[in-house]
């Protein structure tokens, strides 16, 4: 086996994998919740409808969501390794308590938070990411008068079009597109999704919290200047300010739409 693979392979090459898909999906997270914040305006879904074809139909983008899925297996996979090594190294429980009452209520539960996760995105990826490819979402027309600004939508037939259009006539710019907006309303109506949605928001929190530290401690990243900054960021952006977004979208079309 050669010197990289022996890497790869050993306890620090699986963390260190761990790490940096880790940070790759805190990175699409931000990016992610910046395009969704789309669905807050006022638009019946025409910035969210873009962003969407934008997301599924750019060259680029489409590299990076296969990445993404990448990402999210590898670290499911190793998070399992790691895991069951740390298990069969040490086979028998303490008898004292002692190391449990040193660490982090998160850090001991690593394993149920990504679980958790793992279910929402699987049901997250099934009533969006796979209705609109499969075509399973209505189709909308956007009319927006190009001197006031105004635009009238109304919902059309996949028949009229293919795909996606955006043109301008008669002083108007005319959109057609899949409404994933519409299909995003229809799912946030479920309270019983909506709830889940909430709660796998807060395991994403504590799950970001101990996971953003541990990829910089990883990677090396623990000298005093740098861990203030680590520690700020984990707690404030990526387990506050990120899942609270999140959690907002499906609280908004329930209580207000």
């Known amino acids: 086996m050669s010197s ?9 090459g699986k963390k260190l994998i761990m790490a940096l898909t880790g940070l790759f999906l805190c990175t699409f997270l931000i990016v992610h919740l910046v395009g969704n914040l789309q669905l807050f305006k006022d638009d019946a879904g025409k910035a969210f409808n873009d962003y969407a074809y ?63 996760l793992l279910v929402f995105i699987a049901t997250h990826m099934a009533n969006f990411w796979w209705k609109f490819h499969q075509d399973q979402v209505p189709y909308i027309e956007y009319k927006t008068d190009l001197n006031t600004l105004e635009t009238q939508a109304t919902e059309i037939q996949a028949s009229d079009f293919t795909d996606y259009q955006k043109y301008t006539q ?37 799950h970001l919290i101990h996971g953003f530290n541990s990829a910089f401690q990883s990677l090396g990243f623990d000298h ?5 900054i680590i520690r700020f960021l984990a707690v404030w952006l990526f387990g506050v300010l990120i899942p609270i977004g999140f959690a907002a979208m499906p609280l908004y079309f329930f209580f207000c739409k």
């Open 4 to 12: 990289f693979n022996q890497a790869l392979t050993s306890t620090l």
């Open 54 to 116: 934008f997301m599924t139909h750019f060259p680029p983008i489409k590299v990076v969501s296969y990445l993404l899925y990448t990402s999210i297996v590898l670290h499911a996979i190793y998070a399992l390794i790691l895991t069951l090594h740390n298990k069969k190294a040490r086979p028998v429980a303490y008898a004292s308590y002692a190391g449990n009452k040193n660490s982090a209520w998160n850090s001991r539960n690593m394993g149920i938070l990504g679980t958790v």
């Open 170 to 206: 008669d002083g108007m710019e005319i959109t057609k597109a899949r409404d994933l907006y519409k299909q995003v309303a229809y799912a946030f109506q479920n309270p019983i999704l909506v709830a889940f949605y909430v709660l796998a928001m807060a395991a994403l929190s504590f």
């Open 224 to 228: 005093k200047k740098y861990i203030p």
